[in-house]
């Protein structure tokens, strides 16, 4: 009974490493449609979120099925719940791709403002700290955790950048830029929210694993 519990708890691991994967690739290919002004590949990031959805119901009744038939304990237990959360976490980082293809549709027919030079690092950011995050809680590694936790305020200064020089050197001095100018603060301002989303299931693995609660207490990383 106990290995085929553990077996269960693989397959678990396994459908979130596959949404993991999902949702890494459609911000990659999201932020790929807005340098290409591809609207063809922002449709499909659209169209390709059902997936997503599909995966987050089936690691739920993964989930259901295993505190309801196992009933399991401590470790185990947060590990299975804390499965939900992150599925949770990575459905709503899929959407906020969906959120940028739609503002690649907004200006697919426009030439972009700028040349895109923090946009493109934010999404590298992104990803990591959605691959490490992940990472960190298939492994249970904490220290993992800890620096996907700490990439955070990385992610809020890019996002800050972006928007500084959008107002100031755009904005502020023609606003006819104002059409062009307002997607790409959006489009920072998703990928900043990624990876908060990522910072959350970061949190969750050091629960899981620790039983300690570090959200919005940084300085408890260390202790």
Do not use: W
């Not at 590298?124 to 809680?137: E, H, N, V, Y």
């Not at 992610?155 to 059409?179: F, G, M």
């Not at 301002?189 to 990624?194: K, S």
């Amino acid at each position: 009974m106990e290995r085929h519990f553990d077996t269960e708890l693989a397959d678990l691991k396994g459908s979130i490493l596959q949404m993991g994967d999902l949702v890494e690739e459609a911000i990659i290919d999201s932020v790929e449609a807005l340098k290409k002004l591809d609207k063809d590949k922002a449709a499909k990031v659209i169209a390709d979120d059902k997936f997503i959805d599909e995966s987050e119901l089936k690691i739920d009744e993964e989930c259901l099925d295993l505190l309801a038939l196992r009933q399991p304990m401590a470790v185990d237990l947060r590990f299975i719940t804390m499965a939900m959360k992150i599925s949770t976490d990575l459905e709503r980082m899929a959407d906020l791709a969906v959120d940028i293809s739609q503002r690649v549709l907004e200006l697919a027919d426009k030439p972009l403002l700028k040349p895109l030079v923090d946009i493109p690092k934010l999404t590298l950011l992104a990803q990591k700290m959605t691959r490490d995050a992940i990472g960190s809680f298939i492994k249970k590694d904490v220290d993992l955790a800890k620096q996907v936790i700490l990439c955070d305020k990385e992610a809020d200064d890019l996002r800050n950048l972006v928007q500084q020089e959008l107002l100031n050197d755009y904005i502020s001095k023609n606003k006819e830029t104002i059409p062009r100018a307002i997607p790409l603060l959006l489009v920072a301002r998703h990928l900043e929210r990624i990876c908060d989303h990522a910072t959350n299931i970061a949190e969750d693995v050091i629960y899981m694993v620790e039983a300690r609660v570090v959200k919005h207490h940084i300085e408890k990383l260390d202790k």
